[in-house]
């Protein structure tokens, strides 16, 4: 038979034998130790390297993504002040603005990995001028990347006028999933109401819920255990995210400990993420300076799906990051003390396998036969090498077409010995 595509000597995930992948009609046709007898329009040696499913970048907002300094820069690095630079910034956004911004970092992401994207858009603007912008950045990308669109009240549900209405008219227009954000309601109360508010959506609208929670290092702050109630009383189980839960960073562990098993019940997942928890959290610290990062190690042994999200890219939360889902893994393994062996091979399936669950993708999602060809190469024989070198991505392809390739940077060492010359620099095991 004669294929599209086949990938000669891939190495899967978790996986020590090389296999070939033969890729037809956009879908994975046939995964085997040797297809040596099959004839491709294209073939790709993989000689080794890691084969994966496309990553996932479970949170992030690409309504805001490259503001950074406009109007101004965040000097305190504080959460708090984030949000008000961004209510500055708010009033001048226009339709052409967001979606260049937009477009402009799913090629970054994509570039380097990354197919599907959970992003939450503010729809605290009477106008709604970034969820328009998105909702047609949505259709625009189909070729390259699947998004999903989060109806995310940063001023507050209740605290914003009109709070309700907008973020009923932000599902009205097509918006995937339901959002929320109690901790940054006036009161508990109105905190309460804000998780309420946001079920009652969901259910209405037959969609999943993903409110920011307990993002904060108050240890007084707990709503994820609002979220888990409701979950648990309407049956939304695996279909709800509660995002950042920094506060659970903070929380005895008594507390902790019967938090993480009424999520477990609830089949909720939490997403970490680690530039925006790692640089927003602590910042009222002297010392020690708390990490802020939720307890993913406790939660991921307690039996709750984890998975990353970027959140900021270049904006008044988070000044630096490039859309590299790779690198948060990376910063996830240093901060949550993942450096076991084993536990290596865990942080890697935190922006795969889980985020997919978080997604709900997993139907068509992983390389299977049948499922669509969507994956990449990397230059790297594994998870624990490709978490330590973060390696080029070679090869990125959706649904059997190649969507980017990255050529390798190389480096030259030039010795002053006599009759020594220019030596190749390799950071990968010989």
């Not at 037809?24 to 040696?45: H, M, P, T, V």
């Not at 209405?165 to 227009?173: D, G, H, N, S, Y």
């Not at 970027?310 to 901060?335: K, T």
Request: with cysteine; net charge negative.
């Amino acid at each position: 038979m004669q294929y599209d595509v086949v990938i000669r000597h891939a190495r899967l995930h978790r996986s020590p034998e090389l296999v070939d992948i033969a890729i037809q009609n956009g879908a994975f046709a046939r995964i085997n130790k040797d297809l040596s007898s099959a004839a491709a329009a294209r073939e790709i040696d993989a000689d080794g390297r890691l084969l994966s499913p496309p990553f996932i970048d479970a949170h992030v907002h690409l309504d805001a993504v490259l503001t950074v300094g406009q109007p101004r820069y965040n000097t305190s690095g504080t959460l708090l002040e984030g949000i008000q630079i961004w209510s500055e910034r708010k009033p001048s956004l226009t339709h052409e603005d967001v979606k260049k911004r937009a477009l402009e970092e799913i090629r970054w992401e994509v570039a380097q990995g990354t197919l599907h994207i959970r992003s939450h858009v503010d729809i605290c603007d009477p106008a709604l001028t970034a969820l328009r912008a998105l909702l047609e950045v949505r259709e625009e990308v189909r070729d390259i990347c699947d998004l999903q669109l989060v109806a995310f009240p940063q001023d507050g549900i209740l605290s914003f006028p009109h709070g309700r209405e907008l973020m009923r008219k932000a599902m009205e227009m097509g918006c995937d999933v339901v959002g929320g954000i109690p901790h940054y309601e006036w009161t508990r109360d109105m905190g309460v109401e804000d998780v309420h508010y946001a079920f009652a959506l969901a259910k209405e609208f037959n969609r999943d819920v993903d409110c920011h929670c307990d993002e904060t290092d108050d240890p007084l702050s707990r709503f994820t255990e609002v979220m888990a109630a409701d979950t648990i009383e309407q049956g939304w189980h695996g279909r709800v995210t509660a995002s950042h839960c920094t506060a659970m960073h903070s929380y005895d562990n008594a507390y902790a400990f019967k938090l993480i098993g009424l999520l477990a019940r609830a089949q909720m997942n939490v997403v970490a993420n680690p530039f925006d928890n790692v640089v927003l959290q602590g910042r009222f610290d002297t010392y020690p300076k708390r990490r802020g990062i939720t307890r993913v190690k406790e939660l991921l042994a307690g039996n709750v799906n984890v998975a990353l999200g970027h959140d900021s890219i270049m904006d008044p939360w988070f000044p630096l990051g490039r859309g590299d889902m790779l690198a948060a893994a990376q910063l996830a393994l240093y901060l949550c003390h993942m450096s076991g062996f084993d536990e290596i091979d865990t942080v890697f399936d935190l922006i795969t396998a889980n985020a997919a669950r978080v997604l709900r993708i997993q139907d068509r999602y992983g390389i299977e036969e049948g499922k669509p060809a969507n994956f990449l190469l990397l230059d790297a024989p594994n998870a624990f090498e490709a978490l330590r070198l973060l390696p080029a991505r070679l090869h990125v392809f959706k649904n059997g077409r190649e969507v980017a390739t990255t050529t390798p940077a190389h480096s030259v060492v030039r010795r002053a010995e006599q009759g020594e010359g220019e030596q190749m620099v390799t950071y990968r095991p010989q």
